[in-house]
Each structure stands twice: as C-alpha cells, then as structure tokens.
C-alpha cells in the first residue's frame, strides 16, 4: 500500500468528543505528509471496553461492520488513530474466522458479509513505514531542537504482543524514531508501556491516580519537558486528571501531555487551531516558549556568526 | 532344529493384558518348536534357570524369549543360552511389552499380535547362524572433551589408574565455569582454592596431555581405536617459549578488549593471561581486538617479549591422535538473558548476571573482591536477585529447571551480607529447589541468619529511576504487588548446553535432545554411557548439574573408560556386512552408501571386488540394502531372514 492511495480513516469516539485534538492534529500532519485519508461513511463504535466484557459477538460484530462499510467504499486498508480501536477491530477480524464467535457476529450483522482482504494499523506504525526519517526531517522547518520527550505507548500499543505485531512488545521505539526525526531530544522512557490506569479512573480513581502519578514522577525526574502520547485515553488520564495526581500525591507537577502528532505539527509549524493546542488541560505554553527560545538562541548564534 | 519358546509375563506388565500360557501353547503347533512354557519372570534367576535346564532337557539349538524390549533384555538372554551351551547368537526376542500389553487393552487383540510377534521370531531364528566374535586390541588412551571440573576428574582419575590422557579444552585455561566462582555452596569455601590444585595436578600428570584454545575437528574409527583429529587454533603465541611472564599484556596498548574470563566485567587487553591461576599459564592474542590485525601495525608484545614468543603468521594446527575411549564434559553456557526487555534486555548496566556477580565478588576479579556498581563504581545497599531468568520458562523454550540456581543466589546473598554488613538482599523465587546434602539447610541460613527477604513471585519490569533501579514484582504469597529499589539487580540466568554441542554430538555420533544436551545410553540405568560404544558423559553437558554430581560424573566416566580399556582385547560384534565375491560385480555402491568407510574395492582376480573391513564396520545395514547383486550380506539381519519374517507375518 502506498500512501498515494487513500487510507480508510476510522477516528473512533473518542477522535469526536475528549481527543478531538488528536483527530484534527492527526488529519493536519497526514495532509502535510502526504498521506490521504478518506473517513468511513457511517461509521459505528468499535464497541469500546463495554462491549467484549459483555458479549464478544457483538463486540465482534460493532467493529467489524466498520470494516463492511469501508469495504462498500473500496477501502481494505483502515488507519485509525486509536490504540484500543486498533485493538478491537483486529480482535474482530481475528474473532469472524472463529468457529464459534464467527457465526454469532456474522448474523448480527444483518445482510452484510465481511469480505477478504481488510487491514488496520494505527496511524502511528503507517507513519513509520511509509515516511522516512529524512523526509520527516525535511518536513520539519521547525525542529523541535532542545525539547526533551518522554514517549509513553501506553499499554496497548503494543501489547497482546501477536495481535498488535508492533516490534518488542516491551520496548517500542516507533515514537522514538519519528520525533526524533523531527528533532526532539527522545528520553529513554522506562515506562512507556505501563498502564496508567485505563478507565478505573471512574470506578477506582485510586488507581488512576497511583499508576498515572508514576508514569509523571520518572518523565519528571527524568526532566521531562513534555510527556509524547498516542492514546486518548492514557492522554486524558496524565492531562485531565493531573490536578487529582497532584492532590492525591501533594505533589505539584505541571508537565504538559501532548498526541504525539500535536508535536509533529509543532515542527511542520502547522496553524495552532487545527493541532487543537487549547484542547489540553495542563498549559503547552512552556513547550512552545522553550521552542521559541531555542530558535531565537539558534538565529542569534548565526546572525553572531554572520556578523563575525 | 529343535526350538523353545519362553512367554513372560512380567508380573503384570505382560500377563495382564497378554494370555502368555495361551500364546505358549499356540507356540508349540510353529515349526521346530520343540518345546514351550510361559513365565512369570523369564529375566529373573528361576526364569534363566528354567531356560538353561530345557536346553538340556529339551537338546535345544535355539530359543525364543517373548518378553520385554531387546535394548532391557537382549544381553541378559544371550548370557543365560550361552552358559547352557548354545551359540547366543541362536536367540531371537519378541517384545510383547513395549510393542503389546503396554500400548493395548483388548487381550484377545494383544495376544494374537503376541503369537505373531513369536512367530516372526520363530522363523528368523530357523535361519540363524552361529556367530563368533572376533577379538582386537585396543588404545589404551582416553580423550576428554571440555576441562571444567567434571573434564578435570575424569581426566586425573584415568591419569591415576594409569591410562594415558588428552584434553582439549576450547577456552585458552582449563577451569571451565567453576574457575569463575567465588565461593561454592554450601560451604562458602574458595572456588579456586579447591580447584587451584586440580587444574596444576592436570598440568603437572606425566600421563595426561593438555591441548588448550583447541576443539575436536573430526572423529573416526570405534571403540577402543578411535583416530580424533584436534584444530589446535592459533594464539600467536609459540607455547613452547611463552614463560608466562605476563610482560606482553603489561605493555598492550589494546586495553579495552572483552573479557571473556571476567563476563565482560571490567576489560583486558588484547593479549592476556586469562586469570592469575590459569592452566595452561600461556598469554593468547584476541585478534578481533588486537592491533596488529585490526590496524596492521602494532608490533608491541612481540618487541617487549623476553623470550620471542610471539608469533602473529601462527596458523591453526591440525593434530592427530589415537585414543581407546572418550569422555564428553563440554558444560554449559548461560541462556540468552537479554530476550527478556522487562529486564531491561542489556539497557542498564546495574542489572548483571550471577556470573558476572561471580567476578565482582572475586577477590581476584577485576574488582579485588570490593562490590561496586559497573555504572558508577557505588558499593550498593539494596540487592534484588531474580531466579529463574531463562529457566522454567516454556516462553522461551527452556522448561526445564537449571538445578543449581536456587543454591547459588542463596550462596551470593550471604556474601553479598558479608562483603557489605549494611546491604538488604531480596530474592524473588518460584520454588526454592534445595535437595542436597545440606542444601536447604543453606537456604535457611540465607534466610534466617543474613536476614536475606525471599519473596515468592515474579517480576514483571525493572526500571531505573534516579541512579537506583525499581524492581516490581508480586508477592504470591501476600497477594500484592511489591516494588524494591535496588541499586543492584542479579539475574539467576540458566543453563543451556554449551555452544555448538549438537554439532559436537554429530561428530560424536552420539545423541542429544532437543535443547542440545548429550543423551544418556539409559536415563536411570545408563546415565553415563551414550548408544556410541566407548563414548562417555561427564558434567552439564548431558544436562544441568551443580559441582558435586559433575564431579561425580566424571569419576563415573573415568571408571567407565578404565573399565573397558583394562581389557587387553575387546570382542567385535560379528554382527557386520560380509561380501560374497562370487555374486559381488564391483559396482562400488556400498563404498560410497557406508558411514564408517568400512568397505573398500580389492582386485581379485583381475576384477574388482568390494572387501569388508571387519574391525570397522558397524552393521548398520545400508551396503546390504544398496547391493543391487545382494552380494553384500548383514550377518544376523540377511535378506533371507529378514524376508522369512516378513513372510511369517503375512501368513499370519
């Protein structure tokens, strides 16, 4: 697949409501890379953590009627900018060749046969091999010089390890690669598949809190200017629910969460409001000041130079 | 020919799904069957007993034995009819066990198949000849394969009872793993003060000859007169003037060479004496770091050398020897820790193996015996060790259990307790394995009298954080996650068997399992002879083992070659090919199909002919199978017999 031929585009729920920025960030750096993406004519849920806990069928049939609406559109290979859709919906195509589940899930999707041939991969790993460093590097007319990131996958990027088929499910480096090809300082992230909690933050804040709170402590420790995310929800959990980190730890951290693609857009110097920068919680400013700064210290060392 | 036929019963092996005294009277309607009993033990004292009596009651010239697998039995039988009188090659078995009552419940099925099988056996043994087997002398000289400490004992306790030995060792010094030891369990002494004295006694034998930084390059010939061909590899250093001065690794300008004695703790030079006690004491050149073959230009050693030792042109030297038996000890290496990233999988630096912590504690390590951190040089406080990193683990294709892991990690935290007073050491373990002679004993003192904390349970991630590292795991016991901050983490790495022992096995031509260890001849009763006749086992190499029972294996396999080479003359198996020249054509197939290159073309006559040399072959058979003429004949295993057993069965 090259990426002249457009990508089915699944943004998940999560892309219209709490990551609206990751989807519009998402849409902006693909446009810039040259990367097509052609959005799923009514599109369904993937069935989220709700469904499979429920009923696997129908978790199986939600995502895989996506797949069957891509295909009425000519569109087998899907990108989706979210980890636990990525999940789902390979759980689904895996789950329609099961002699049990199969069946089930095809018979609730009505008339509608899934047909051979479909993919998925998260935005992310379709970066990666479709863009080269170099060509990231040439992109990026803002480096993002003297940054220092902290990538953090989350746990489901990469894991489980055959399904996801995302390198050493223990230590992933795509994020790694991509930014620093578009100049940022990558930190060697120790816990960058660690849970941060998932959704207990609703049943067992405690945990939220507890797991999230270690994730900020060592990107913290580690002089972190900025921890690098590819999971709506592992964003809200570090972004929105840092003020409660913070309580429940006393602790008085205020380092900014950005989408790994909100950095990427930084370094093409694409407009603000489609990176959806005033959707975090906690201030990017210090982010952007030290950008600045670094390129103002950059321009007068050569004007110095110049001069000289 | 006057045949009788024993049907056992095995107590209740046999008997309880074979009709044996059924099978024996349907026994007495084959042809030449003179006479046929069944019983309960045939292998025990009254059993041969019986047997040797209707031989002469009966005038039998031949027996059948219906019973368990002729790899138990076989020699057992031949011994009984060959004390009453009767050749022991005219003795055929069936095995009713294996083949029969063990694998199927239906009695009137499993003996029906039973009186087959005794048919078959019948009419071979119609067709059976008597053998004699021939006599040769033997080399009475042993090579030991490996010289750790199992290849250490094997070779002084053969070099004691006098038969003359060779060594091979691939490293540059003998001492294998146990040289790298600090202490040993569970008796905290010094390793190389127990060792020490075995390695010089190896070099200072008169009858026992030390090949270093040399490996086996072929192996031809059988038992008692094997042709062994060593590489003995190039060092650089001519042995012979080398004093051992150590001047040359003084002045090497390459210092950043890996250790390889020292588990790439701390490095050495290019040209090196691995450690101060080393056997043979000679200096060997790393050329992958040294200067002279990197850069091409260097020259030191070999201008400081006193003794002009140094030779860099030296090409490997191939050596052949003659020897009557040899013994395998090429031990163990460690498995491939750095698969595991929750590890860490080589990323820090304070996460080492046990036997990389083996040379931090040595007072002769590169450390002089003072525990410090590799990343800053720190003494740490808090220590985890992790067991069975790479043992138990079907993930990664090693489910067996390493053996001596939980011993030693409790070994290194008494001594971790005694190199640092104010250190915690913490153990995560999986089961404390410790059935030894005051092994367990060992673990409690670890435990109870250092105050080491076992925690039973996995780990899931290691991660550094600041300059200490978090080690999380859970407690199976409390039902909890822990977290542990280390400022040293030890990983109990397993076994796996030595680098390249399968390769080694095939030229051997002795088995290994399917992780590489060498295989026992029989797992309980044979563990130390392999199916290849003169061919021993000793130490890890046929499977994981602490230092006592290697040691005892290779006093087992020292036996085991004194034992068979006390014999002036060793008999031949006349189980062998033989050539009947007046069908023989000459077309030469059997010299190119045979293994052993045991048949070769002689002129008779003015025509060509193929020969078989009785000393070498090994009767596998494949000449006779080739033989377009069927001039080539197996003894005991001819077309006709085998034909006739196959006829038997398909009239049945």
Known sequence: ?308 | MRIGVFICHCGTNIGATVDSAGVAENAKSLPDVVFATDSMYTCSEPGQDGIIRAISEHALDGVVVAACSPRMHEPTFRRAVERAGVNRYMFEMANIREHVSWIGKDKEANSNKAFELVRIAVEKLRRNRPLTPKYFPSTKRVLVIGGGVAGIQAALDCADAGIEVIMVEREPSIGGKMAKLDKTFPTVDCSSCILGPKMVDVAQHPKITLYACSELESVSGFVGNFEVVIRRKATCVDNTKCTGCGLCAEKCPSKKSFDRFNEGVGTTTAINIPFPQAIPKKAVIDKSFCRQFVKGKCGVCAKVCPTGAISYEQQDELLTVQVGAMVAATGYDLVDWKVYSEYGGGRYPDVVTSLQYERMMSASGPFGGHIKRLSDGKEPKNVVFIQCVGSRDVSIGRPYCSGFCCMYTAKQAILTKDHIPDSQSYVFYMDIRSPGKGYDEFTRRAQEEYGTQYIRGRVSLIYPKGDRYIVRGVDTLAGAQVEVEADLVVLAVGVEAAANSPHLAEKLRISYDKFGFFMESHVKLKPIETNTAGVFLAGCSQGPKDIPSSVAMGSAAAAKAIGLLSKDMLESDPQIAQVNINRCVGCGKCINVCPYKAIREIDFRGQAKAEVIEAVCQGCGLCNATCPQGAVQLSHFTDNQILAEVEALCRC
């Open chain 1, 1 to 308: 697949m090259s990426r002249n031929e457009p990508f089915g585009y699944y943004p998940g729920c999560s892309g219209q409501g709490t990551s609206a920025e990751y989807d519009s960030s998402t849409r902006a750096v693909c446009a810039e890379l040259g990367m097509k993406l052609q959005d799923l004519e009514d599109w369904n849920c993937c069935g989220s953590t709700p469904a499979h806990t429920v009923d696997h069928s129908l978790s199986t049939a939600l995502s895989a009627r996506n797949f069957v609406q891509a295909g009425k559109q000519g569109l087998f290979d899907i990108v989706t900018p979210c980890p636990s859709c990525l999940k789902n919906m390979r759980v689904a195509l895996r789950n329609m060749s099961d002699e049990h589940i199969g069946p089930q899930a095809s018979k609730l999707l009505g008339g509608d046969t899934l047909q051979e041939g479909h993919t998925i991969k998260s935005v992310m790993q379709v970066i990666h091999e479709q863009v080269s460093a170099n060509e990231i590097a040439a992109k990026s007319i803002r480096p993002l010089e003297g940054l220092k990131v902290a990538p953090y996958y989350g746990c489901l990027m990469s894991r489980p390890q055959g399904l996801m088929q995302f390198g050493d499910p223990e230590n992933p480096m795509v994020m790694e690669e991509i930014l620093a090809a578009a100049g940022a300082e990558v930190l060697p992230f120790p816990l960058k598949v660690e849970c941060c909690g998932a959704s207990m933050g609703i049943p067992l804040n405690e945990a939220v809190t507890r797991l999230s709170g270690k994730i900020i402590d060592l990107a913290a420790a580690l002089g972190a200017d900025v921890i690098a995310v590819a999971c709506p929800l592992c964003q809200m959990n570090l972004d929105l629910r840092q003020g409660q980190i913070n309580r429940a730890h006393k602790t008085h951290f205020q380092l900014p969460v950005m989408y790994y693609t909100q950095l990427l857009g930084l370094a093409f110097a694409l407009p603000h409001n489609e990176l959806g920068l005033d959707k975090l919680v906690v201030d990017p400013q210090p982010v952007l000041d030290k950008l600045a700064n670094q390129r103002r210290a950059v321009a007068n060392a050569m004007q110095t130079e110049g001069a000289a």
